[in-house]
């Protein structure tokens, strides 16, 4: 079988499940859709986009469901909550319904850029690893709207977890992920974690069991529409979880 014959192959038995957990994301929620969808199609690979709603306040589900009519409801797939339950637990509620044997993990709010997925693809296949993750952190990634004091909260918290954990990946806290259904699955099981510390656990827990990491440098650009959802809580609880992962682990 050629290379050519057999990539092919590959695209039509491989299917990419795509996770949005929204809450309040309405403005941003039609244009990472439509982008998804460009993305997606242009490289010929199959998908499909689970939204996860948290029983967003600003309309966010009934702009998914007008987005299911234009795309279809074989591509967007709404799996709504009645209210935030936490990232974690979105993970596991969209594992349930997808149906590719990969799963992309992102946020909603334009911070990552779907132009990269096929990078994501790409690499995964290079080396059958079983999660890439994108890394704003080496190669040309970068970060871009931020002010100086999320900079620094960000760089500080990478610096305090490499230092910590020595966790084999180069960015720990972004949560622009690829990962092999079934790895998802026994990674999830395994996470206690909640905010900002699950994807960083996620990442230990991977080093833990012996799965395979690649990185992809991506550009990570602040949210274009709403707030941001960091606050001082979630710095505390970082901190917290942190020295509890490198107690534990």
């Keep these: 079988m050629s290379k050519y014959v057999r990539e092919e192959t590959e695209c039509v038995h491989d299917k990419y499940s795509v996770l949005l957990p929204t809450y309040n994301e309405r403005e941003n929620l039609p244009l990472i859709v439509w982008l998804l969808v460009k993305y997606f199609g242009e ?60 799963i992309f993990i992102m946020d909603a709010d334009l911070s990552h850029h779907p132009k990269f997925i096929p990078e994501f693809i790409e690499k995964q296949k290079e080396g059958n690893y079983d999660l890439v993750s ?10 871009y709207g931020w002010d ?25 806290t972004g949560s622009f992920r690829l990962y092999k ?34 990185e992809v440098p991506i550009s990570f650009v602040d949210r274009v529409y709403g707030e941001s959802k960091l606050g001082g809580n979630e710095i505390v609880s970082f901190v917290k979880g942190l020295l509890t992962l490198f107690a534990t682990t």
């Design 148 to 172: 100086l004091r999320r900079k620094l909260i960000s760089r500080g918290a990478n610096f305090l977890t490499q230092v910590l954990l020595r966790p084999g990946a180069s960015d720990l």
């Design 43 to 102: 490289s010929g690979y199959n998908y499909e986009i689970i939204v996860i709603d948290d029983g967003s306040p600003d309309g966010t589900l009934e702009i998914a469901e007008q987005l299911q009519k234009i795309y279809g409801e074989d591509k967007i797939l709404l799996r709504p909550r009645e209210k935030k339950l936490g990232l974690g637990t979105a993970y596991i509620h969209g594992i349930k319904h997808a149906t590719g044997n990969f």
């Design 134 to 143: 994108g890394t704003r952190y080496q190669g040309n990634g970068g970060v």
């Design 181 to 214: 259904k079934k790895v998802l699955e026994s990674l999830v099981e395994r996470c206690v974690s909640k905010g900002y510390v699950f994807q960083m656990e996620m990442i230990v827990r991977a080093r833990q069991l012996n799965y395979t990491i690649g």
